[in-house]
């Protein structure tokens, strides 16, 4: 009987295009998932394989998501098919047993939709043998990473979202819920994800992840590249637990329908409709006679308008009151609430109105989408669904009426939506004592900025609906024309112009508002506006009102409507579109350059293939700089002439010289007029001059310049954010020529390299080669003089590196003229905005924060932070080189803070709005602050050459610097938390590495290397020779080498002095943490205690300790050791956590493999282990401590 | 004021000929469109109602061209469709105030008003503020006639309106409508012969597309006054009796059949004389397979139509 019901569904699905439609794209899916670069996205920049068994897991496993569009098509509507098409009763008269019904038609439907997603499996094993990829980045051929991807991931979704779906479908007998029930999968997977940014929500987010992606994720986020390369997720720990306990629930879903499920038909009018008939039956007889009066219909616009507003609301209510509504809303008001508090807590902001905002925008905009689409379809269906059709068709109606209200519905309902949300993101605002609600923000980010794009998808999905067959196909033929459109960019079609609704992207920013991001915005959305425009009155022409809606009846009744009025209006739009359309072209495209990314990177390789023959050509040096500088913020405009002393220190004359300039700047060279032009390349910014008289070796040569910066009109993508109202930044590259080829400009990224046949490319010169040695901030100079002259608007500070020497007004501008009184690289920052400033000091150093006025959350703690800092680095390191250090904030178009001479400009987003309160949390101000200020010892002190481990001179010990300040600000033990992220951050590194993990010593400017286990690896060596050695050592160094000419120092000089300080028997560390990649493998395997009879108690520890030496790509192999490592006895947890006190404390030297260890300690013991500080790189800490039983 | 329709004609898409050159001229006064199952009464009411386009043929609403200013005849049109439904989440009262509005009752204590009498006429007031979706076949075929007399429509179209009604309700609504049919037009859709036959001063006999018969039922019956026989038969004897008369209807009465035949004389002695009514009229005009609509003349033939009661079950499909 089961047979039997399986053999026909399963008939029933292989007839229907539907399951061929899924079959095929998900071979294309799969396809592309592992063959094209699109699809690769970000991760085609890592080194790991295209087909690594961890992508064609981790692929499979998102494909199977996918894979909840078929199941909603198919299992979902499994048993509902045969009561919408009445013939249920047919079935249930028939003998067939419950089971075998359900049990049939769930089988069948899943299995069609298994069969139709493996194809995406196949395709990927076809797709990784296409000779046309990059060989270099495929493993051979092995069937096992499928067939475990599709018996761990795929069939086990499949079935899960497949129970529930039925299971909703098929008890509530309403199609819609199951899709409801969709979102709520896929808004608990969003959930998960969000746990996962967390380190202590990380477990929580891999268990409650219906779909086990994030238990991949957990059990696989320290993966190496060969890791990645050769391995599976063992089945254990909380991957199984999640694998199985979601396949419990899914099955939990089928036995529950079971029992529930009745064979019989249920009589669907319902008690009231009953009652209300019989109220009926029994007429109140007063009314009977009473004559129905005469009314006067009115036929004017004013009718139109109260029809038009009468529509609308009766549509409101027919959204606002259906049930799936208000589930998707409560979804996605779920997930806005956990994400914008794991938002606030993740960054430590304060909730501002602008971060509340992004978190609507980003969390609604799937909802928003699905509703629009949804609701687009039920509203223009909802006469012919209720059977209302023909009453509401004959109404005296103008055409464009229902649709004008349906339209009106849609935006209303998208206003309600995010009405709703604002009002959950306030309570949050307001439950964490935020009281500035910047209401203006609300409203503009909302429903001025962003709204626009709604009703746009609103329009289009109505007038599609009006011309397809049936609302699901609506649905999906918008769906599809979205999903079309996100590709557009791929196919050379990425300007906005071609993507429907679309508008350039816009940043809000508390200090610049939002800007220059409003102009473009309006101009898409009214061009946009134009084309719905045009596309609903296309639509009213052809809107059904018919009973009979052959096409050919719709032509002629649409010719029909073809008024000169509606004719008038499809003219203006279409001219109108295409007016807008022109406009905007001459601004994005005439007015600016258009530069997608491929132009972009073309136009770099052509860079390279032109002009890298001169790299290393002689060339003078810039000596000194004098720069005038004229900001114009309101036109976002900077005018710049430079005075620029050049000298010849070569020891041969100089001919040529070659000038390299950012080409969208207008970039002039007066004092050079009179020598010959040899060539002008305005394409990429390549000059050659021939100098009439050559340079000769120690002679100088003047060159003044101007550089225009002028933003006219606006642009299609990545706007200049450097020029702005308020809020200007940049640095001397933007706005200093530069001498001789400029090395920086290449393409970095391998893949797109070979792309463009270019070479392989160094990421750096070798640690030792003695021609990078001789530079460090710039190839063109050493040590100059620098002195600006700068004009802003009245209202702002302008500031630069150096001392303000004199500040006046003239014609209405403020003008600032700053002078550095020592020689500095080539290196500072032009910034000007409507600042407030705090000023304090330290000695004789001047502190001044220049913040945004609704930013002064942490200027006293940045302040604290650069006194403490001053300092330890003075009394530790070697004496503040300046007399002045300057914080000033800028917009978060950039989200960085950078240290030049004297002075930090910082991200708006840079902690200036972190919440640094509670003292549970990381003061990431202090930290970040005391970085950047070590920053002047550690790249403006001691300068690095440009060769491997030059971040580790500069970064590294920057981290180290600032962890000593915190160390003496917060504890010992504050430092074990903030380590814990450091190595979670550098193992979560490791993973994504695009060539090969370096040790620290040669690392290649990697963020999780000269950061994170800079920090490591420092502090480790400051716990086992001490804090004096180390700072002895650094100022050793810094005697050695501070301020010094080319060559300049590269890290084996700093690493030989950290040496020398490292006492005999812990040597092996330097070799451990510097020079190779090593990891420890240790975990205590058993604790025990036992009292010794006098008041203490005797702790037994059965060890594991191994040590690993990674090679680039993560292979691990491993040596034996006989090292120093720590071991800890720990009491119980007292209520004041932070403060973790040990009863023992001691290194000991260990072996490799197992050891017994006993220790004696006098209050009773709690916990105790190995490494329990982590101070070694362990990729399993969690196992190094643990309770000490009895 | 009349309603004209020339030579209308409509073929579907599927091939279904519904309509074949039908003219009538429909004055005021209540008009009866009798036709069985399928014989394109509704295409031609959805034709009228400005639903759909004919293919070829005209019609005109006094100077109003139907087929080309639909919205001038929706201005004056009251349409109850034979199978309709409503907002399900939306009470009674709230629909029709809206589609009060929507007919142009711009003044909202007129609209206040006319709602309230009509849900009275209609024996709604009681019931008015639940959901239409919770109503019975019957309630919301009285809702549905109250918004068909929304905006004191000129063109009152009404398909198969007393389907599902009891008869109570129905011939309250029959008298509701006559009432109202005194000064406009009224088109009553129906296969119940004795829905034309109550209310009625015109009617035509549609089948197949085509008007069969057309005219005041009075004169009709009056036609064939004297020509209409019945007898008491056993059941065995039907084909015997088939083959020899003109059988116009059968009925089943205590076990025992009784036929009604056609003929100008009495047939033999057994046959009583029958009052004909406009059944019998129906039953006549339908038998004849083919010929040219005739006012009086009446056609004999071999077709015959049974039914068990005076009203036959089931409702039209010609959706």
């Not at chain 1, 499920?261 to 007063?286: H, W």
């Not at chain 2, 639909?70 to 034979?82: C, E, F, S, T, W």
């Not at chain 2, 003349?297 to 068990?308: E, G, L």
């Amino acid at each position: 009987m089961f047979r039997d019901v399986l053999r026909f569904e399963l008939h029933y699905l292989f007839r229907r295009p539907a399951v061929y439609v899924g079959l095929v794209l998900f071979f294309l899916f799969g396809f592309m998932a592992i063959a094209s670069d699109t699809f690769q996205s970000g991760r085609f920049l890592t080194a790991t394989a295209r087909n690594s068994p961890y992508d064609i897991v981790r692929l499979l496993a998102s494909i199977s998501v996918a894979g909840l569009v078929l199941i909603a098509g198919f299992v979902a509507t499994a048993v509902n098919r045969d009561r919408e098409l009445g013939v249920h009763e047919l079935f249930f008269a028939t003998p067939v047993s419950k089971s075998a019904y359900l049990g049939g038609r769930f089988a069948g439907s899943l299995i069609a939709t298994f069969l139709a997603v493996s194809a995406a499996a196949a395709a990927m094993a076809l797709a990784s043998a296409m000779p046309f990829l990059d060989q270099e980045r495929l493993v051979a051929f092995d069937a096992v990473p499928y067939v475990y991807a599709l018996g761990v991931f795929v069939l086990p979704n499949l079935l899960l979202a497949g129970a529930i779906l039925f299971s909703v479908a098929t008890l509530t007998r309403r199609v819609l819920f199951a899709y409801v029930a969709l979102v709520a999968m896929i808004a608990l997977w969003i959930i998960a994800r969000r746990f996962m940014g967390d380190i202590d929500s990380r477990w929580l987010g891999s268990i409650i992840d219906p779909f086990g992606i994030m238990s991949f994720r957990y059990a696989t986020r320290y993966w190496t590249v060969a890791e990645r390369n050769t391995a599976l997720v063992p089945l254990s720990g909380s991957f199984i637990l999640n694998r199985v306990l979601w396949t419990s629930v899914g099955v939990g879903f089928l036995v529950f329908t079971w029992t529930r499920f009745r064979m019989t038909v249920v009589e669907t009018v319902s008690r009231l409709g009953r009652r209300g008939g019989a109220a009926g039956d029994d007429p109140g007889e007063a009314g009977r006679a009473q004559p129905v009066p005469m009314t006067t219909p009115i036929f004017t616009a004013r009718t139109w308008f109260l029809q038009w507003a009468k529509q609308t609301r009766i549509e409101i209510g027919g959204v606002l009151t259906s049930v799936p509504f208000m589930v998707m809303l409560l979804l996605a008001n779920v997930m806005l609430v956990t994400g914008a508090l794991s938002e606030v807590a993740g960054t430590r902001s304060y909730p501002l109105t602008r971060i509340m905002v992004s978190e609507i925008t980003g969390t609604f905009e799937l909802f928003l989408v699905l509703v629009l689409l949804i609701y687009a379809g039920q509203l223009v269906w909802r006469e012919r669904a209720a059977g209302m059709h023909e009453i509401h068709s004959v109404l005296p109606v103008p055409d464009w009426v229902p649709v004008a209200a349906k339209l009106s519905a849609l935006a209303a309902v998208s206003v309600v939506m995010l009405a709703v949300a604002a009002l959950a993101t306030i309570a949050i605002q307001l439950a964490g004592g935020h009281v500035d609600l910047e209401p203006g923000v609300y409203l503009r980010g909302l429903f001025v900025v962003g709204n626009a794009h709604w009703l746009l998808i609103a329009a289009l999905a109505i007038a599609v609906q009006a011309f397809t067959p049936k609302k699901i196909v609506g649905f999906f033929v918008v769906l599809a024309v979205l999903e079309t459109l996100e590709w557009f960019p791929e196919i050379g079609l990425g300007h906005h112009l071609n993507l429907y609704s679309s508008t350039p992207e816009v940043v809000y920013s508390d200090m610049n508002g939002f800007g220059h991001f409003v102009r473009p915005i309006a101009w898409f959305s009214v061009y946009w506006g134009f084309l719905a425009a045009a596309l609903l009155v296309v639509a009213t022409l052809f809107w059904v009102r018919t009973t009979d809606p052959a096409p050919r009846g719709r032509w002629r009744e649409a010719r029909r409507r073809l008024t000169r009025a509606r004719m008038a209006a499809l003219a203006v739009a279409l001219v109108g579109f295409v007016a807008t359309g022109a406009w905007i072209f001459y601004n994005t495209n005439v007015l600016n350059p258009y530069l997608p990314e491929k132009e972009i990177s073309r136009l770099q390789a052509a860079t390279e293939e032109r002009y890298k023959q001169y790299e290393g050509l002689p060339q003078p040096h810039v000596t000194d700089i004098a720069l005038y500088v004229d900001i114009y913020p309101e036109e976002r405009r900077v005018e710049v002439r430079g005075d620029l002393r050049l000298v010849n220190k070569t020891d041969a004359p100089i001919e040529e010289l070659h000038v390299h300039t950012e080409p969208v700047l207008e970039w002039d060279f007066p004092s050079l007029a009179g020598e010959t032009v040899v060539l002008d390349d305005t394409e990429v910014g390549f000059r050659i001059y021939r100098l009439a008289e050559p340079l000769l070796p120690g002679e100088a040569l003047n060159v003044a310049y101007t550089m225009s910066d002028v933003n006219d009109g606006f642009v299609n993508h990545d706007s200049n954010t450097k020029v702005v109202e308020n809020g200007t930044f940049f640095s001397n590259f933007h706005c200093v020529p530069h001498f001789g080829y400029a090395v920086d400009t290449e393409i970095e990224d391998p893949t797109v390299r070979r792309r463009h046949g270019l070479p392989p490319r160094d990421r750096m010169a070798a640690v030792d080669d003695p021609v990078a040695r001789m530079s460090a901030f710039d190839v063109d100079s050493d040590w100059i003089t620098y002195e600006a002259t700068i004009s802003t608007s009245e209202d702002q500070i302008a500031v630069t590196a150096g001392y303000l020497e004199r500040e006046w007004s003239e014609d209405g501008r403020r003008h600032f003229r700053y002078r550095m009184d020592r020689p500095i690289q080539k290196f500072f920052p032009i910034v000007s905005g409507r600042y407030e400033v705090a000023r304090d000091s330290w000695n004789d150093v001047a502190i001044e924060i220049f913040h945004h006025p609704r930013h002064a959350y942490n200027v006293g703690r940045m302040i604290e932070s650069v006194q403490k800092s001053l300092d330890y680095f003075t009394a530790n390191f070697s004496p503040y080189q300046h007399r002045q250090v300057r914080i000033l904030e800028f917009p978060r178009y950039r989200t960085f803070a950078q240290s030049f001479p004297t002075t930090i400009p910082y991200s708006e987003d840079a902690h200036f709005v972190g919440d640094v309160r509670d003292p549970e949390n990381l003061d990431m101000v202090f930290y970040i602050t005391a970085h950047e200020v070590a920053h002047q010892w550690w790249a403006h002190q001691v300068v690095a050459a440009r060769v491997q481990g030059s971040t580790f001179i500069e970064e590294s010990l920057a981290q180290y610097s600032a962890l000593m300040v915190m160390e003496k600000e917060f504890g010992r033990d504050y430092m074990k938390r903030f380590l814990e992220h450091e190595l979670d951050r550098y193992l979560l590194g490791r993973g994504g590495e695009r060539h090969e993990e370096m040790p620290l010593v040669l690392v290649e400017d990697q963020g999780y290397i000269h950061y994170r286990k800079g920090s490591l690896a420092m502090y480790a060596l400051r716990d086992y020779i001490g804090e004096e050695a180390v700072n002895a050592a650094l100022r050793a160094y810094i005697d050695e080498v501070a301020f010094q000419e080319p060559p300049y120092t590269n890290s084996l000089e700093l690493l030989s002095h950290l040496r020398e300080a490292t006492p005999e028997r812990y040597r092996y560390l330097i070799e451990d943490l510097f020079e190779t990649i090593t990891l420890y493998d240790n975990r205590v395997e058993e604790a025990t205690v036992e009292e010794t009879g006098d008041g203490r108690y005797r702790v037994r520890l059965a060890i594991d300790s191994r040590k690993l030496r990674a090679d680039g790509k993560g292979v691990e192999t491993e040596i034996p050791h006989a090292d120093w490592i720590e071991v800890g006895v720990y009491g119980e947890e007292t209520d004041d956590a932070v403060d973790e006190r040990p009863l023992y404390l001691e290194k000991h030297r260990l072996a490799s493999g197992n050891s017994e260890i006993e220790i004696v300690v006098d209050e009773k013991p709690a916990r105790a282990g190995i490494d329990p500080r982590h101070l070694l790189i362990d990729r399993e800490p969690g196992d190094n401590v643990k309770p000490v039983s009895g | 004021m009349q309603l004209s329709i020339e030579n209308v004609s409509k073929t579907y898409s599927n091939g279904v000929r519904a309509l074949d050159g039908v003219t009538l001229t429909i004055p005021t006064g209540m008009f009866g469109l009798l036709g069985p199952n399928g014989s394109g009464k509704t295409t031609l009411m959805r034709t009228i109602a400005t639903l759909q386009d004919p293919d070829e043929g005209e019609a005109y609403l006094g100077e109003i061209n139907v087929l080309k200013e639909k919205d001038a005849v929706r201005r004056v049109l009251g349409y109850l469709p034979q199978d309709f439904g409503v907002y399900p989440n939306v009470t009674a009262q709230t629909l029709l105030s809206h589609l009060a509005a929507l007919k142009g009752i711009t003044n909202a204590g007129e609209r206040k008003d006319v709602v309230e009498a009509l849900l009275r006429r209609v024996n709604l007031w009681d019931v008015r503020t639940q959901k239409l979706g919770s109503f019975s076949g019957g309630t919301k075929q009285r809702f549905g006639i109250a918004q068909a007399l929304l905006g004191n429509p000129q063109l009152i179209i009404v398909d198969e309106p007393t389907a599902g009604l009891d008869p109570e309700e129905r011939s309250r609504f029959l008298n509701l409508l006559s009432e109202i049919g005194e000064n406009v037009i009224v088109i009553l859709s129906t296969h119940i012969v004795d829905d034309v036959a109550e209310v009625c001063s015109r009617m035509a006999i549609i089948k197949e597309g085509r008007v069969l018969r057309g005219g005041e039922p009075q004169r009709a019956i009056d036609a064939i006054r004297g020509k209409t026989w019945k007898k008491v038969i056993d059941k065995n004897e039907l084909p015997q009796y088939e083959a020899e008369h003109h059988v116009i209807s059968t009925r089943l009465r205590a076990g025992r059949t009784l036929v009604h035949v056609f003929a100008d004389e009495r047939p033999d002695p057994s046959f009583d004389e029958a009052a004909p009514d406009l059944k019998d009229v129906y039953f006549i005009t339908l038998s004849r397979s083919n010929g040219a609509p005739d006012e009086d003349s009446v056609f004999p033939a071999n077709a015959h139509v049974t039914t068990t009661d005076g009203s036959s079950g089931g409702k039209g499909n010609g959706r």
